[in-house]
């Protein structure tokens, strides 16, 4: 077990924003809705969570599906909205209408490595820009009184790393803080996070947090990223999907509770109970759509047998949910394989057909 010091205080300030933890849920489109959002916070342990990217012009347009990724609730708090697209007129008046609407704070999106969000200007292309990038960051900030934060990777590819002089020149610029997922943007999701990359950008700053990111799956990645990096906070994506509890896991070593405490047999079912009522909640029959992708994420952590995640995987009611979770409460932990099926899911083959 790698040791942290319990003498750090646990919260950190971001802008005029106070987060009791500095452990973050990242966002992932398609995942990180309301729902997921919510019953992980139930879990304990989550300092800041972030929405999908939100498509400036759709947020503008008022869009249906833009209105559904900024659905939010008081279970819900603290939340950052993120934002992306390739027209600085447009997210400034997206950052802009959100801090008119109370949202609390926006984060600008230049990590996303997808070739539509590229496409559109949006995404980690920007980073190829860097004077652009400032220009447009600093007319976001300019614009609302809420706190802006960016998401960005290293830079476009190895050749071309721009992070930490971005990271420098947004702190002038105003920005409230830096996330850092540690991959260049050809890199997608393969080869290994680059810590040193991170603990570059941490060092070029004067004084706003930088939080680390990528591959974080166990306290013990959480504890090495803050240790190698410097970093003031971590946001985990993957690893909140593959263990829901990790943010109460770090949270009682931070406290100094250890040994952590395994969720039981029941938290485990009644986990995937609460996160299906919130997404029935609000998209009920479309709410079965939505969760069939998390079966492969949490079938081996929630001690689902293959067959019944394979069911959770075309789920189609309500009522065969709650067939699935009376076989899932006699059959508990019945599997062949305890290695998540989601390992093998994350975008795969050439860069450019992303
Ligand atoms: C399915 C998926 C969707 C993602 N969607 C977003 C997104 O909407 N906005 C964003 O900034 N990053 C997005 N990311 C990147 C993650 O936030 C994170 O930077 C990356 O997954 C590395 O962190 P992790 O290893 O903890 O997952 C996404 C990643 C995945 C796998």
């Not at 924003?17 to 309301?34: D, E, I, K, M």
């Not at 190829?128 to 990777?153: G, L, N």
């Not at 409230?176 to 290994?192: D, E, L, S, Y």
Request: aromatic content about 6%; proline content about 5%.
């Amino acid at each position: 077990m790698i040791q942290w010091s319990t003498t750090e205080a646990p919260e950190i300030q971001i802008g005029d924003r106070v987060l009791a933890s500095r452990y973050f849920l990242a966002p992932l489109a398609g995942y990180t809705q309301h729902a997921f959002r919510v019953a992980i916070r139930e879990l304990g342990g989550v300092g800041l969570c972030t929405t999908d990217l939100v498509l400036a012009s759709h947020l503008l347009s008022g869009s249906r599906k833009s209105k559904a990724l900024l659905t939010t609730s008081p279970a819900d708090q603290p939340l950052t909205i993120q934002i992306f697209g390739g027209v600085t007129a447009e997210l400034v008046a997206a950052a802009r209408w959100l801090d008119q609407h109370g949202y609390a704070a926006v984060d600008l999106n230049m990590g996303c490595p997808m070739a539509k969000i590229n496409g559109n200007g949006g995404g980690a292309r920007i980073m190829c820009s860097p004077d652009a990038a400032c220009q447009m960051v600093a007319e976001v900030v300019d614009a609302v009184s809420i706190p802006v934060t960016v998401k960005m990777r290293l830079g476009w590819d190895r050749d071309s790393i721009t992070a930490p002089l971005l990271a420098r020149e947004f702190e002038q610029a105003g920005v409230a803080a830096i996330t850092v997922h540690g991959r260049t943007r050809n890199q997608g999701f393969g080869g290994t996070v680059d810590l040193e990359g991170i603990r570059q950008t941490v060092e070029a700053v004067q004084h706003i947090p930088v939080i680390g990111n990528g591959d974080v799956c166990t306290v013990e990645d959480a504890f090495r990223m803050r240790q190698q990096t410097g970093c003031a906070a971590v946001s985990i994506g993957r690893g909140a999907m593959l263990d829901p509890w990790i943010f109460r896991k770090i949270s009682q070593v931070v406290q100094g509770e250890e040994p952590v405490s395994e969720p039981t047999r029941e938290e485990q079912i009644q986990f995937l109970e609460r996160h299906f009522t919130l997404m029935f909640q609000q998209h009920e029959l479309f709410g079965c759509r939505l969760i069939r992708k998390f079966a492969a994420w949490y079938g081996a952590r929630l001690g689902i047998p293959e067959d019944l995640e394979d069911r959770l995987r075309r789920l189609e009611s309500d009522g065969e949910f709650q067939d699935i979770v009376e076989q899932i409460r006699l059959r508990h932990g019945e599997r062949e394989s305890s290695v998540p099926t989601a390992l093998i899911k994350t975008p795969n083959g050439p860069v450019e057909r992303w």
